[in-house]
């Protein structure tokens, strides 16, 4: 094996290698992103569980009722579990 050969193979090795740190980071991205979604839908939910808690007071508000069951169903749907 010639000079340029092992040149060209070992810059293909360092290829592949980069080629799957930028995989590993791209799925940490996605992972990250869902947390902070699911972050953001429970910072939501508690402001919503907040107002209501103050509205009950006087009267049932049936709109927080709904996106406060909303929040939860996004939840739900985003395989988000209290484990």
């Known amino acids: 094996m010639d000079s340029g050969a092992h040149d060209e193979t070992q810059l293909l090795h360092e290829w ?3 080629v799957l740190e930028k995989n590993k ?3 940490y ?3 990250l992103l869902i947390r902070a979604k699911d972050l953001e839908l429970e910072d939501h ?7 209501l808690r103050e ?4 009267t049932v508000d049936e709109g927080l009722v709904e996106e406060l069951l ?3 169903d996004q939840k ?3 395989g988000h579990s209290d484990n």
């Open 16 to 18: 592949f290698e980069l």
């Open 25 to 27: 980071l791209m799925r």
């Open 29 to 31: 991205e996605y992972e």
């Open 45 to 51: 939910q508690s402001r919503l569980e907040q107002k």
């Open 55 to 58: 509205k009950m007071a006087a």
């Open 70 to 72: 909303k929040g939860t």
């Open 76 to 78: 739900s749907r985003n």
